[in-house]
Protein backbone atom coordinates (compact mmCIF):
# COMPACT_ATOMS: atom_id res chain seq x y z
CA UNK A 1 0.00 0.00 0.00
CA UNK A 2 1.78 2.76 -1.11
CA UNK A 3 0.90 5.71 0.99
CA UNK A 4 1.90 8.52 3.13
CA UNK A 5 0.16 6.71 6.00
CA UNK A 6 1.66 3.73 5.84
CA UNK A 7 5.35 5.67 5.49
CA UNK A 8 5.35 7.74 7.99
CA UNK A 9 7.44 7.65 11.21
CA UNK A 10 5.50 7.34 14.19
CA UNK A 11 2.81 5.33 12.52
CA UNK A 12 2.31 1.66 13.27
CA UNK A 13 0.00 -0.41 11.09
CA UNK A 14 -1.06 -3.80 11.25
CA UNK A 15 -3.53 -6.60 10.88
CA UNK A 16 -5.57 -8.45 13.16
CA UNK A 17 -8.13 -10.45 11.78
CA UNK A 18 -10.22 -8.26 9.71
CA UNK A 19 -9.68 -5.08 11.45
CA UNK A 20 -6.45 -2.79 10.51
CA UNK A 21 -5.03 -1.07 13.17
CA UNK A 22 -3.37 2.45 13.13
CA UNK A 23 -1.56 3.54 15.52
CA UNK A 24 -0.19 6.86 15.36
CA UNK A 25 2.20 8.14 18.18
CA UNK A 26 4.33 10.93 16.65
CA UNK A 27 2.81 15.05 16.20
CA UNK A 28 1.72 15.92 12.35
CA UNK A 29 1.50 19.47 12.17
CA UNK A 30 0.04 21.59 9.80
CA UNK A 31 0.01 21.12 6.72
CA UNK A 32 1.42 17.61 6.25
CA UNK A 33 -1.77 15.14 6.87
CA UNK A 34 -2.36 11.45 6.88
CA UNK A 35 -4.49 9.99 4.07
CA UNK A 36 -6.25 6.48 4.21
CA UNK A 37 -5.65 4.84 0.37
CA UNK A 38 -7.96 3.61 -2.05
CA UNK A 39 -7.35 0.09 -1.56
CA UNK A 40 -7.63 0.09 2.40
CA UNK A 41 -10.97 -1.54 2.40
CA UNK A 42 -9.52 -4.70 -0.07
CA UNK A 43 -8.43 -6.79 3.39
CA UNK A 44 -10.08 -4.55 6.20
CA UNK A 45 -14.01 -4.56 7.09
CA UNK A 46 -13.24 -2.55 10.53
CA UNK A 47 -10.62 0.20 11.26
CA UNK A 48 -9.22 0.78 14.44
CA UNK A 49 -7.05 3.96 14.60
CA UNK A 50 -6.00 4.89 17.69
CA UNK A 51 -4.30 8.12 18.72
CA UNK A 52 -1.81 7.47 21.05
CA UNK A 53 -1.52 9.93 24.76
CA UNK A 54 -0.16 13.29 23.38
CA UNK A 55 -0.16 12.84 20.08
CA UNK A 56 -1.07 15.48 17.52
CA UNK A 57 -2.37 14.24 13.77
CA UNK A 58 -4.49 14.86 10.85
CA UNK A 59 -6.71 12.33 8.48
CA UNK A 60 -8.37 12.76 5.47
CA UNK A 61 -10.70 10.51 4.32
CA UNK A 62 -12.20 10.92 0.86
CA UNK A 63 -12.57 6.83 -0.33
CA UNK A 64 -15.10 5.04 1.29
CA UNK A 65 -17.03 1.26 1.95
CA UNK A 66 -20.70 0.88 3.15
CA UNK A 67 -19.36 -2.16 5.48
CA UNK A 68 -16.51 -0.03 7.19
CA UNK A 69 -16.57 0.37 10.20
CA UNK A 70 -14.41 3.10 12.17
CA UNK A 71 -13.14 3.07 15.81
CA UNK A 72 -11.26 6.15 16.81
CA UNK A 73 -9.46 6.51 20.50
CA UNK A 74 -8.21 9.54 20.92
CA UNK A 75 -6.05 8.93 23.61
CA UNK A 76 -4.96 11.48 26.66
CA UNK A 77 -4.25 15.02 25.81
CA UNK A 78 -4.28 13.89 22.32
CA UNK A 79 -5.34 16.00 18.99
CA UNK A 80 -7.10 15.09 15.62
CA UNK A 81 -8.56 16.73 13.00
CA UNK A 82 -10.20 14.37 10.62
CA UNK A 83 -11.95 15.67 7.33
CA UNK A 84 -14.45 13.65 5.19
CA UNK A 85 -13.73 14.73 1.48
CA UNK A 86 -17.30 13.66 -0.54
CA UNK A 87 -16.41 15.26 -3.99
CA UNK A 88 -16.82 12.26 -6.42
CA UNK A 89 -17.81 9.59 -3.69
CA UNK A 90 -20.39 9.52 -1.74
CA UNK A 91 -19.51 9.15 1.91
CA UNK A 92 -20.05 5.41 3.51
CA UNK A 93 -19.54 3.86 6.91
CA UNK A 94 -20.06 3.47 10.40
CA UNK A 95 -17.61 6.28 12.53
CA UNK A 96 -17.04 6.09 16.28
CA UNK A 97 -15.23 8.30 17.85
CA UNK A 98 -14.02 7.69 21.82
CA UNK A 99 -12.22 10.92 23.33
CA UNK A 100 -10.69 10.05 26.81
CA UNK A 101 -9.50 13.17 29.34
CA UNK A 102 -8.73 16.11 27.17
CA UNK A 103 -8.73 14.92 24.14
CA UNK A 104 -9.72 16.75 21.19
CA UNK A 105 -11.08 16.26 17.81
CA UNK A 106 -12.03 18.67 14.98
CA UNK A 107 -14.19 16.61 12.40
CA UNK A 108 -15.46 18.32 9.03
CA UNK A 109 -16.91 17.13 5.78
CA UNK A 110 -17.47 18.79 2.89
CA UNK A 111 -20.18 16.81 0.81
CA UNK A 112 -20.37 17.43 -2.86
CA UNK A 113 -21.02 13.99 -4.08
CA UNK A 114 -24.01 13.04 -6.15
CA UNK A 115 -26.61 10.17 -4.80
CA UNK A 116 -27.50 8.40 -1.68
CA UNK A 117 -25.96 8.96 2.06
CA UNK A 118 -27.19 7.55 5.01
CA UNK A 119 -24.03 8.15 7.39
CA UNK A 120 -23.98 7.71 11.35
CA UNK A 121 -21.35 9.42 13.29
CA UNK A 122 -21.25 8.77 17.39
CA UNK A 123 -18.96 10.87 19.51
CA UNK A 124 -18.36 9.65 23.27
CA UNK A 125 -16.67 12.38 25.17
CA UNK A 126 -16.00 9.79 27.69
CA UNK A 127 -13.17 11.58 29.41
CA UNK A 128 -12.94 14.31 31.47
CA UNK A 129 -12.59 17.80 29.45
CA UNK A 130 -12.39 16.15 26.70
CA UNK A 131 -13.44 18.12 23.15
CA UNK A 132 -15.17 17.49 20.06
CA UNK A 133 -16.28 19.09 16.71
CA UNK A 134 -18.92 18.67 13.72
CA UNK A 135 -18.81 20.62 11.11
CA UNK A 136 -20.91 19.89 7.67
CA UNK A 137 -21.97 21.68 4.32
CA UNK A 138 -23.90 19.39 2.06
CA UNK A 139 -25.15 19.96 -1.42
CA UNK A 140 -28.28 18.17 -3.19
CA UNK A 141 -29.38 18.29 -6.16
CA UNK A 142 -31.37 15.93 -9.08
CA UNK A 143 -32.47 13.11 -6.67
CA UNK A 144 -29.72 13.12 -3.97
CA UNK A 145 -30.98 11.56 -0.81
CA UNK A 146 -28.68 12.94 1.77
CA UNK A 147 -29.57 11.83 5.81
CA UNK A 148 -26.68 12.54 8.37
CA UNK A 149 -27.05 10.91 11.53
CA UNK A 150 -24.83 12.50 13.99
CA UNK A 151 -24.83 12.02 18.01
CA UNK A 152 -22.69 13.46 20.74
CA UNK A 153 -22.98 11.23 24.03
CA UNK A 154 -21.42 13.66 27.10
CA UNK A 155 -20.04 10.89 30.13
CA UNK A 156 -16.74 12.85 31.30
CA UNK A 157 -17.23 16.20 33.27
CA UNK A 158 -16.16 19.85 31.86
CA UNK A 159 -17.03 18.40 28.37
CA UNK A 160 -17.47 20.47 25.09
CA UNK A 161 -20.00 18.77 22.04
CA UNK A 162 -20.40 21.29 18.53
CA UNK A 163 -21.99 21.17 16.08
CA UNK A 164 -22.69 23.01 12.60
CA UNK A 165 -24.70 21.69 9.38
CA UNK A 166 -25.27 23.85 6.36
CA UNK A 167 -26.90 21.97 3.28
CA UNK A 168 -28.58 23.41 0.34
CA UNK A 169 -31.04 21.23 -1.76
CA UNK A 170 -32.74 21.94 -5.40
CA UNK A 171 -34.42 20.08 -7.80
CA UNK A 172 -36.33 16.86 -6.78
CA UNK A 173 -33.17 15.96 -4.01
CA UNK A 174 -33.61 15.32 -0.22
CA UNK A 175 -31.93 15.96 3.10
CA UNK A 176 -32.14 15.56 6.54
CA UNK A 177 -29.94 16.34 9.97
CA UNK A 178 -30.54 14.15 12.56
CA UNK A 179 -28.70 13.45 15.59
CA UNK A 180 -28.92 13.38 19.84
CA UNK A 181 -26.77 15.52 22.45
CA UNK A 182 -27.27 13.64 25.33
CA UNK A 183 -24.86 14.89 28.64
CA UNK A 184 -25.37 11.73 30.84
CA UNK A 185 -25.71 12.20 34.59
CA UNK A 186 -22.75 13.13 36.35
CA UNK A 187 -21.03 15.04 33.47
CA UNK A 188 -21.44 18.41 35.26
CA UNK A 189 -19.83 21.19 33.84
CA UNK A 190 -20.31 20.29 29.99
CA UNK A 191 -21.64 22.55 27.22
CA UNK A 192 -23.34 21.11 23.88
CA UNK A 193 -24.59 23.39 21.43
CA UNK A 194 -26.38 22.58 17.76
CA UNK A 195 -26.98 24.44 14.56
CA UNK A 196 -28.49 23.28 11.17
CA UNK A 197 -29.38 25.25 8.33
CA UNK A 198 -30.82 24.28 5.43
CA UNK A 199 -31.87 26.76 2.09
CA UNK A 200 -33.70 25.41 -0.29
CA UNK A 201 -33.97 26.37 -3.89
CA UNK A 202 -37.11 24.20 -5.82
CA UNK A 203 -40.49 23.14 -4.75
CA UNK A 204 -39.98 19.56 -5.61
CA UNK A 205 -36.67 19.46 -2.87
CA UNK A 206 -37.02 17.94 0.53
CA UNK A 207 -35.15 19.07 3.97
CA UNK A 208 -35.75 18.39 7.81
CA UNK A 209 -33.86 19.23 10.43
CA UNK A 210 -34.51 17.58 13.89
CA UNK A 211 -31.74 18.67 16.31
CA UNK A 212 -32.38 16.81 19.86
CA UNK A 213 -31.15 17.79 23.35
CA UNK A 214 -31.34 15.30 26.27
CA UNK A 215 -30.33 16.56 29.80
CA UNK A 216 -29.53 14.36 32.55
CA UNK A 217 -27.48 17.07 34.34
CA UNK A 218 -28.13 20.70 36.01
CA UNK A 219 -24.64 22.18 35.60
CA UNK A 220 -24.40 22.56 31.95
CA UNK A 221 -25.07 24.19 29.17
CA UNK A 222 -27.07 23.29 26.03
CA UNK A 223 -28.42 25.46 22.80
CA UNK A 224 -29.84 24.32 19.77
CA UNK A 225 -31.33 25.33 16.38
CA UNK A 226 -32.65 24.54 13.26
CA UNK A 227 -33.69 26.51 10.52
CA UNK A 228 -35.09 25.10 6.79
CA UNK A 229 -36.40 27.91 4.30
CA UNK A 230 -36.49 28.99 0.93
CA UNK A 231 -33.82 31.25 -1.06
CA UNK A 232 -33.96 34.96 0.58
CA UNK A 233 -36.14 36.35 -2.79
CA UNK A 234 -34.86 39.69 -2.20
CA UNK A 235 -31.62 38.19 -2.60
CA UNK A 236 -31.96 36.50 -5.56
CA UNK A 237 -33.69 39.74 -6.90
CA UNK A 238 -30.78 41.92 -6.26
CA UNK A 239 -28.37 40.20 -7.81
CA UNK A 240 -30.78 39.79 -11.00
CA UNK A 241 -30.96 43.64 -11.13
CA UNK A 242 -27.62 44.10 -11.06
CA UNK A 243 -27.51 42.02 -14.86
CA UNK A 244 -26.24 38.06 -12.85
CA UNK A 245 -28.76 35.23 -14.48
CA UNK A 246 -30.92 33.61 -12.64
CA UNK A 247 -28.51 30.41 -12.48
CA UNK A 248 -25.35 32.57 -11.34
CA UNK A 249 -27.11 34.24 -8.52
CA UNK A 250 -28.10 30.66 -7.28
CA UNK A 251 -24.74 29.59 -7.74
CA UNK A 252 -23.22 32.50 -5.70
CA UNK A 253 -25.34 32.68 -2.82
CA UNK A 254 -24.62 28.30 -2.76
CA UNK A 255 -21.40 29.16 -2.81
CA UNK A 256 -21.75 32.29 0.11
CA UNK A 257 -23.31 29.42 2.02
CA UNK A 258 -21.32 26.36 1.71
CA UNK A 259 -17.77 27.86 1.52
CA UNK A 260 -16.66 28.28 5.23
CA UNK A 261 -16.45 24.48 5.53
CA UNK A 262 -13.07 25.41 3.38
CA UNK A 263 -11.64 26.88 6.42
CA UNK A 264 -11.01 23.29 8.22
CA UNK A 265 -9.45 21.73 5.11
CA UNK A 266 -5.48 23.19 5.48
CA UNK A 267 -4.64 21.74 2.37
CA UNK A 268 -5.14 24.11 -0.72
CA UNK A 269 -5.65 21.11 -3.00
CA UNK A 270 -8.33 20.03 -0.84
CA UNK A 271 -10.15 23.71 -0.58
CA UNK A 272 -9.97 23.95 -4.34
CA UNK A 273 -11.24 20.49 -5.01
CA UNK A 274 -14.51 21.72 -2.59
CA UNK A 275 -14.93 25.27 -4.30
CA UNK A 276 -14.56 23.47 -8.04
CA UNK A 277 -17.17 21.16 -6.99
CA UNK A 278 -19.51 23.40 -5.83
CA UNK A 279 -19.47 25.00 -8.86
CA UNK A 280 -19.52 21.69 -11.01
CA UNK A 281 -22.79 20.78 -9.37
CA UNK A 282 -25.13 23.82 -10.07
Not at 84 to 111: C, P, R, T, W
Request: charged content about 25%; some cysteine; glycine content about 6%.
Amino acid sequence: MENNLFKANGVNCYFNDETLIIKISNSFDSPERLILPENIYDNAKNINVICEEGSKSKLLLQNYNEQANFIINIKKNAELVLNFLSIKEVAKGNYHLVLEENAQSIVAMADLAKGKIDLNILFDLLGDSASAEWHLASLGANKDCKIFNINFNHIGKNTRGIMSNYGVVEDKSFMHFKGDSHIKNGSVGSQTHQSAKIMVFDEKCHAKANPILKIDENDIEASHAAVVGKVNEEHMYYLCSRGISELDAKQLITCGYLKPIVSYFSDKNDADSILNGIEKRL
